[in-house]
């Protein structure tokens, strides 16, 4: 079993900057890979960014240019640093990762973007 502690989340005007924490239970080298994603109100969970156990990442269309996904493997941590800031990401962000075929998620931080 995997737990997954997120941090991070809050209110930002547009243009602002955010960083997510995601911390799992085991170590980041136990996942294949590990993501982000959002659910804003109304919409289906889509996936924001991830990076695969060698550091590779890939980010959705919207995002690119502006998150930057990364890793501490001495924190054993996973950061989302969102830059640029629009209306439009103000959702839940969760963090998730695959373990023995089965899917964890993290308890969801709120990011909302708004003057």
């Known amino acids: 079993q995997v737990q997954l502690v997120e941090s991070g989340g809050g209110l930002v005007q547009p243009g602002g900057s955010l960083r997510l924490s995601c911390a799992p239970s085991?170590?980041?080298?136990?996942?294949?890979?590990m993501g982000w994603y959002r659910q804003a109100p109304g919409k289906q969970r889509e996936l924001v960014a991830a990076?695969?156990?060698?550091?590779?990442?890939n980010y959705a269309d919207s995002v690119k240019g502006r998150f930057t996904i990364s890793r501490d493997t001495v924190k054993n941590t996973v950061y989302l640093q969102m830059n640029s800031l629009k209306p439009e990401d103000t959702a839940v962000y969760y963090c998730?990762?695959?373990?023995?075929?089965?899917?964890?998620w993290g308890q969801g931080t709120q990011v909302t973007v708004s003057s």
């Open positions: 990076i695969t156990g060698v550091g590779s990442t």
């Open positions: 085991r170590s980041i080298f136990s996942f294949n890979s």
């Open positions: 998730n990762v695959v373990f023995r075929d089965r899917d964890y």
